[in-house]
């Protein structure tokens, strides 16, 4: 849970435990704790994602997925304990 996206996914897909359609959701679901665990600023997480997508290379879907789980967390837990500026910017990326 403590890993940077790229490894995360990395260490997910070779471990072939996780469904992988549901791969990119589950590690958006789960990225706000990551963000919030480390104290994470907008760019810290714009530089992560960048990695992220990067890592994914051609396959474009677990991106995407990613993305929609991480927009579903910011919408729910909106107004919680991160900066605002986290929600405003990443919840329309």
Partial sequence: ANL?????????????QSNPQGLGYEM???YVNYIRENKMSVEDVKREINAFKEACGED????????????TVLN??????????IYTVFIDY
């Fill in 60 to 71: 474009s879907l677990t991106y995407i997925r990613f993305l929609k789980g991480f927009k």
């Fill in 76 to 85: 729910a837990d909106r107004g919680k304990d991160l900066p605002e500026q």
């Fill in 28 to 30: 958006g679901l789960e």
């Fill in 4 to 16: 940077p996206l790229p490894d995360k996914m990395k260490i997910y897909s070779m471990g072939g």
